[in-house]
């Protein structure tokens, strides 16, 4: 779907025009959904609770003629999604107790020097049960960093928290996953 015909679609704001476009969006939104969320139940309480705010801001923005509604539409998705892990305090607040090898240049790309695992080889529901069962706040800046391609900078706004606790939950949730897609690989239940 073009970006005009999205826009239209949304300008409109009609009940069938709104399950058409999450008809069109749900795939790629779900997707989202289920790399923040701990589980299945909380994937679609995310995906409906995300859909439903962006969409709202999404319309809001239909005057101003945005050349990206897409863009627009996922982001906000995301944000969204982000803001309701965060609401849920009691999870959100779990601390973890790992800590990541110390190293004088720290590495935040998963992929990078990587012995053990060949990412492009391990199937995507090893790697989703993996992200899932970090605590929130890593699961949740890796998703925003590495997989949605936000900065620190950003993320931490999101996230409204320091830089530094961005970079140490990151290394934190790298090495975590790692040792989670680890175990999966070798028949260990996660």
Same mark, same amino acid.
């Not at 607040?93 to 990587?114: M, Q, R």
């Not at 790697?127 to 936000?150: C, E, M, T, Y």
């Given at each position: 779907?073009?970006?005009?015909?999205?826009?239209?679609?949304?300008?409109?704001?009609?009940?069938?025009?709104?399950?058409?476009?999450?008809?069109?969006?749900?795939?790629?939104?779900?997707?989202?959904?289920?790399?923040?969320?701990?589980?299945?139940?909380?994937?679609?309480?995310?995906?409906?609770?995300?859909?439903?705010?962006?969409?709202?801001?999404?319309?809001? $923005?239909? #005057?101003?003629?945005?050349?990206?509604?897409? @863009?627009?539409? +996922? =982001?906000?998705? /995301?944000? &969204?999604?982000?803001?309701?892990?965060?609401?849920?305090?009691?999870?959100?607040?779990?601390?973890?107790?790992?800590?990541?090898?110390?190293?004088?240049?720290?590495?935040?790309?998963? $992929?990078? #020097?990587?012995?053990?695992?060949?990412?492009? @080889?391990?199937? +995507? =529901?090893?790697? /989703?049960? &993996?992200?899932?069962?970090?605590?929130?706040?890593?699961?949740?800046?890796?998703?925003?960093?590495?997989?949605?391609?936000?900065?620190?900078?950003?993320?931490?706004?999101?996230?409204?928290?320091?830089?530094?606790?961005?970079?140490?939950?990151?290394?934190?949730?790298?090495?975590?996953?790692?040792?989670?897609?680890?175990?999966?690989?070798?028949?260990?239940?996660?």
């Amino acid at each position: 779907m073009s970006p005009n015909e999205l826009s239209d679609l949304i300008q409109k704001n009609d009940k069938t025009l709104i399950q058409q476009v999450f008809e069109l969006y749900y795939g790629k939104l779900a997707g989202i959904a289920m790399r923040y969320a701990k589980d299945n139940t909380q994937a679609d309480l995310v995906f409906h609770s995300a859909f439903e705010r962006a969409y709202n801001k999404l319309y809001h $923005f239909r #005057n101003q003629k945005k050349s990206e509604p897409e @863009k627009i539409l +996922i =982001e906000e998705f /995301i944000i &969204a999604s982000v803001e309701f892990i965060k609401s849920i305090r009691s999870e959100y607040y779990v601390s973890s107790t790992v800590y990541a090898i110390d190293k004088a240049i720290k590495n935040y790309d998963l $992929f990078e #020097n990587n012995d053990l695992i060949d990412f492009n @080889k391990t199937d +995507i =529901e090893t790697i /989703i049960k &993996a992200l899932q069962i970090l605590v929130p706040s890593q699961r949740l800046i890796f998703n925003l960093h590495v997989i949605d391609g936000f900065s620190i900078q950003e993320s931490a706004f999101i996230l409204e928290t320091s830089e530094e606790t961005i970079k140490s939950n990151l290394e934190k949730a790298r090495f975590n996953l790692q040792k989670n897609i680890e175990k999966k690989l070798k028949g260990i239940t996660i």
